[in-house]
């Protein structure tokens, strides 16, 4: 008998009112859900790329690190608020299971994205077929950016390479760091 996979459910956004660009993964995975923290497998690089960019990197606690990048206009989020899967790959994530999360009231309380990042094709791929078709035209219209996986099961590229793409597409945030 094959068990039935887990139900997955996310954590609350990493924002303030004067965020700018918002990252958006798909689903928090297992290691990440056991310790209460986005991106929490030491294996991931989206802290080690954050800490390239901004000195806010896996070195630092936690809270640390996420009011790093609220004070340089980052949002953090998952596009699904909860989902059923086994293990942490998106492939696993059961389709009749996921819930979305409340971009309507995101994007209120939040005006000032005007970049959202997606880390993963998956991540890009849930947002425009599930959120953006419900979305007011001035949210649907937001410049997005998709951009390689942080997760250690995107292997096709390396460290230095996933790092230039989120530099290319963060730079003018890190420019602008305090």
Not at 77 to 101: C, F, K, P, Q, Y
Not at 134 to 151: F, G, I, M, N
Request: hydrophobic fraction near 50%.
């Amino acid at each position: 008998m094959t068990p039935r996979p887990r139900l997955s459910v996310g954590f609350p956004p990493i924002a303030d009112a004067a965020a700018r660009v918002l990252v958006l993964g798909s689903l928090p995975g297992r290691k990440s859900l056991e310790m209460g923290q986005y991106y929490a497998q030491p294996q991931n690089a989206f802290w080690k790329i954050m800490e390239a960019l901004f000195g806010v990197g896996p070195a630092l606690p936690y809270a640390e690190r996420t009011l790093g990048l609220r004070a340089r206009g980052i949002a953090v989020w998952d596009v699904l608020a909860a989902g059923e899967r086994d293990g942490s790959l998106d492939s696993a994530i059961v389709r009749s299971t996921m819930v979305v999360n409340d971009f309507a009231g995101f994007f209120a309380a939040h005006p000032r994205i005007g970049l959202i990042c997606f880390n993963g094709a998956t991540a890009a791929a849930l947002f425009r077929r599930r959120v953006q078709p419900t979305l007011a035209p001035e949210w649907a219209a937001v410049d997005t950016h998709v951009l390689p996986s942080t997760s250690p099961a995107h292997a096709a590229l390396r460290f230095e390479q996933k790092l230039a793409r989120w530099s290319a597409a963060l730079g003018v945030l890190e420019r602008t760091a305090p």
